[in-house]
């Protein structure tokens, strides 16, 4: 028994829903199991992070209602909310896969927060980038003034090109909008279904320059752009 969540028949979070209760409700009980494509749909999960799975089961639950669940691995300060205890340091959760569905197409209940939360996954993804470090030595090692006025002190590193500006050309240019953007908690960026990652961090990589700033002129560049 397997569910097909990552194939073309997984159009919409409805079309998920469907398929993955089907699948629940004619699934055998209590019988673990493998499922590759619902590990991955799980890393959508707007809250929880799920990580490290041994199997997924389906459990008959409280007023007998039908639970997939999944049973994770998990250390002394895990916080454990799951619905049963497994064997030896397993321990079984439930999956709200519902949520999962929401946060793989983008429609978590928040869309600011949603659209915050993408645009800091899209800068994350920048600054762990090799060329983000060795920039940031490069200019430590050039220089300790601020490229505006010169002052000494805690300095900053800042876009020449507005970060946002370079993160707009970029969607303008795929025809993409923050809106069909769906992420990981693990930080992946997705557009229909394919991770874009790579692919905007060598954009970034390529446009962006950086400079020195005090926190002064960065503050002041930053309500200016
Ligand atoms: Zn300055």
Same mark, same amino acid.
């Given at each position: 028994m397997s569910?097909?969540?990552?194939?073309t028949?997984?159009?919409?979070?409805t079309?998920g829903?469907?398929?993955?209760?089907a699948?629940?409700?004619?699934?055998k009980l209590d019988e673990?199991?493998? =499922?590759?494509?619902?590990?991955? +749909?799980?890393?959508f999960?707007?809250?929880?992070?799920?990580? @490290? #799975?041994?199997?997924?089961?389906?459990?008959?639950?409280?007023?007998?209602?039908?639970?997939?669940?999944?049973?994770k691995?998990?250390?002394?300060?895990?916080?454990?909310?799951?619905?049963?205890?497994?064997?030896d340091?397993v321990?079984?959760?439930?999956?709200?896969y519902?949520?999962?569905l929401?946060g793989?197409?983008?429609?978590?209940?928040?869309?600011?927060?949603v659209?915050?939360?993408?645009?800091?996954?899209?800068r994350?993804?920048t600054?762990?980038?090799?060329?983000?470090?060795d920039?940031t030595?490069? =200019?430590?090692a050039?220089?300790? +003034?601020?490229?505006?006025?010169?002052?000494?002190?805690?300095l @900053? #590193?800042?876009h020449?090109?507005?970060f946002?500006?370079?993160?707009?050309?970029?969607?303008?240019?795929?025809a993409?909008?923050?809106?069909n953007?769906?992420?990981?908690k693990?930080?992946?960026?997705?557009?229909?279904?394919?991770?874009i990652?790579?692919d905007w961090v060598?954009?970034?990589?390529k446009?962006?320059?950086?400079?020195?700033?005090?926190?002064?002129?960065?503050?002041?560049?930053?309500?200016e752009?």
């Open positions: 569910v097909d969540v990552a194939s028949a997984l159009i919409n979070a079309k829903r469907e398929l993955i209760g699948f629940v409700n004619s699934a673990k199991m493998v =499922l590759p494509q619902l590990e991955w +749909l799980i890393g999960h707007p809250m929880n992070r799920y990580t @490290e #799975i041994e199997y997924f089961v389906v459990r008959k639950g409280q007023y007998g209602r039908t639970l997939l669940v999944c049973a691995k998990h250390t002394a300060n895990q916080r454990l909310v799951g619905v049963a205890e497994g064997e340091n321990a079984e959760h439930e999956v709200s519902v949520k999962c929401r793989r197409f983008g429609k978590v209940d928040s869309k600011v927060e659209s915050r939360d993408i645009r800091m996954l899209f994350r993804a600054t762990s980038s090799q060329w983000h470090k920039q030595t490069r =200019l430590f050039e220089s300790q +003034l601020c490229a505006l006025c010169a002052a000494t002190g805690k @900053e #590193i800042d020449v090109i507005p946002k500006n370079i993160l707009a050309d970029y969607l303008k240019s795929k993409l909008s923050l809106d953007i769906c992420y990981k693990t930080g992946e960026l997705y557009s229909q279904g394919v991770d990652t790579a060598n954009y970034h990589n446009t962006a320059v950086y400079r020195l700033l005090c926190r002064k002129c960065n503050a002041r560049t930053a309500c752009s």
